[in-house]
């Protein structure tokens, strides 16, 4: 078998049908396609919540465990590492042993790693057990979308994708509200202690109701040599994007792994094309709607999370509120992602995904524009405008991204598919942050210190300017202890007007890049095989 016969449909319209492992129609309780649906809601909300709740914990670990900030970032950074570089693999395991034990698996190692978090007294073991969060998070989320997709029919696998986009954008969302409430009033062990009981649960519904489907011509053996090749350009490419930062774009060591991002993707491609049984079927991109879908969810979340990185900054930093305030004033853009995926999952249904995708793309980029013109004394009306729209345009591209992506890949690569959106969106996300951060820092640098002589400042020296420079890029004003009180309303003053500045010139490139996105959108249409998984299910 070769990389063309890997995909081969059955009839006019798919894949041969998913059926359950043990050969009957699902009937009852088990394998009920709605209580499939809040089975792997529960267990996603728990890696989704994950993703932004730690944030707001990180200065309390790094207090209490007297960590450096270089040891702190790692709490998040070796999470993502490990989530991004696994995703596509995990998927594939999801294929050849069944989504159902996967998603077990992933949910158990997931709550267990998050308790050993809580009892850590070191910052090396929350780091290890991040990382450990990062590779059962792995496992859970592709054998999700893979569940969804063989358990609902065609016409009902929008709404189902609908309404787990609203559970994952409300989880990242509403973490940072969560969080502030948990670190604040009980301690920042229990940011990860609730990943218990939650896990509990979503362990107790999988076993009683999720039933295992599997294609009829499933993968049997596993391309070792592919795994470790698309395993080591990952590892490169998100290495490359997350030291980028501190390492500066053009040092040596940063494309030092770019090159090896691109030389491991080139002899991965190379490799696919000669397995029997490859990871990834390189003819699966021969679908223009797939191959725009992927494209589509990276654009997306360098949009939404490259945004929304500076607007936590703006709102803690600039208007200086509270964490949990800050949370607060997200809500119109949660709200809006929870009234607006199952309702984009109907849209979808009935007209496609070409109209609803470009449409929340543009509204994106309006939202992104509107966020360009914040300023120090912006109301929170016009802030929760811009949020508000921002999750009514996110809302779509989350569902029918998704759908394009699973949809228009055969049954028994289900779970690929799955690792495909969620990679994309992860690689997007860090794209977005390392692109936007360096947009941002480049602003400050060509405009902190014409702002700061032109106030009637004291001059910095080159080492002064550099730390100036950092505390500016996240809206802190750096005031020296000790500094006269009209001095430093004039540094606060320079340091947030050169803040804004930057995300303003940060939120017109995102929504330059959403204005592409349109017009990748155009190139999706619905799922060719999404009526593939359907055969086993009743409704």
């Known amino acids: ?43 996603v909300m728990m890696v989704a919540l994950d993703g932004t709740i730690v944030a707001i914990a ?24 490990a989530l991004a570089v696994s995703l596509i693999t995990a998927g594939k395991l999801g294929d050849r042993f069944g989504h159902r034990q996967t998603f077990l698996i992933g949910v158990v190692g997931f709550a267990a790693a998050s308790g050993a978090i809580g009892l850590s007294d070191s910052i090396a073991l929350v780091v290890t057990f991040r990382v450990f969060q990062g590779l059962f998070g792995a496992l859970l989320m592709p054998a999700a979308l893979g569940l969804l997709r063989a358990t609902f029919p065609a016409e009902k696998l929008n709404m189902a994708i609908g309404i787990w986009g609203m559970v994952v954008g409300a989880s990242t969302a ?7 409430v948990l670190v604040e009033h009980v301690n920042w062990q229990s940011v990860f202690f609730i990943n218990v009981p939650v896990g509990v649960i979503a362990v107790v519904l999988g076993v009683m109701i999720l039933l295992d489907h599997r294609a009829e011509n499933a993968p049997r053996s596993f391309d070792v040599l592919g795994i470790a090749l698309l395993s080591a350009a990952m590892f490169c490419l998100v290495w490359a994007l997350i030291k ?26 190379f490799w696919e094309t000669k397995v029997r049984e490859p990871l990834i079927p390189l003819a699966l991109f021969r679908s223009v709607p797939l191959s725009a879908g992927v494209v589509l969810m990276v654009l997306m979340a360098i949009a939404f999370m490259g945004g929304l990185f500076f607007v936590t900054f703006y709102l803690q930093n600039v208007h200086g509120m509270s964490p949990i305030d ?17 309702l984009a999952g109907a849209m979808i249904t009935k ?80 794209l977005g942050t390392a692109v936007l951060g360096a947009v941002m820092a480049s602003k400050v640098d ?74 990748v959108a155009f190139l999706t249409k619905r799922g060719e095989n999404a009526e593939a998984g359907a055969g086993a299910a009743h409704i």
């Open 326 to 342: 800050a949370g607060l004033h997200l809500l119109p853009l949660t709200g809006m992602m929870i009234v607006g995926s199952p």
């Open 1 to 43: 078998m070769n990389s063309q016969t890997a995909i081969e449909t059955t009839g006019s319209g798919g894949t041969k049908p998913a059926v359950p492992s043990g050969g009957m129609p699902a009937k009852g309780l088990r394998g009920h396609p709605w209580f499939t649906l809040i089975t792997v809601a529960v267990g």
């Open 174 to 180: 509403g973490g940072p509200i969560l969080g502030g």
């Open 351 to 430: 007209l496609g995904p070409r109209v609803p995708l470009a449409g929340g793309m543009a509204a994106t980029a309006i939202a992104m524009y509107g966020m360009s013109t914040l300023e120090t004394d912006t109301g929170s009306g016009i802030m929760s405008l811009w949020f508000a729209l921002l999750g009514l345009g996110l809302a779509p591209v989350m569902v029918g991204a998704t759908e394009v992506i699973v949809g228009n890949a055969p049954m028994e690569l289900s779970g690929v598919a799955g690792g495909l959106q969620q990679a994309a969106m992860q690689i997007g996300g860090s």
């Open 446 to 519: 060509s405009d902190l210190a014409g702002n700061w002589t032109d106030a009637g400042l004291p001059p910095l020296t080159a080492a002064q300017e550099t730390q100036a420079s950092e505390a500016v890029q996240v809206g802190v004003a750096p005031v020296p202890p000790g500094t006269p009180e009209q001095i430093a309303a004039k540094i606060t003053d320079v340091a947030h007007d050169t803040f804004i500045s930057g995300m303003g010139l940060a939120s017109l490139v995102a929504a330059g890049v959403s204005v592409v996105a349109v017009a």
């Open 58 to 81: 990180n200065p309390a670990i790094q207090k209490d465990l007297g960590a450096t900030f270089a040891e702190v970032q790692w709490i998040t950074n070796g999470y993502f590492l």
């Open 244 to 269: 980028a930062p501190a390492w500066g774009w053009g040092d040596g060591m940063t494309w030092l792994f770019m090159a090896g991002s691109v030389l491991g993707f080139a002899l991965f491609a």
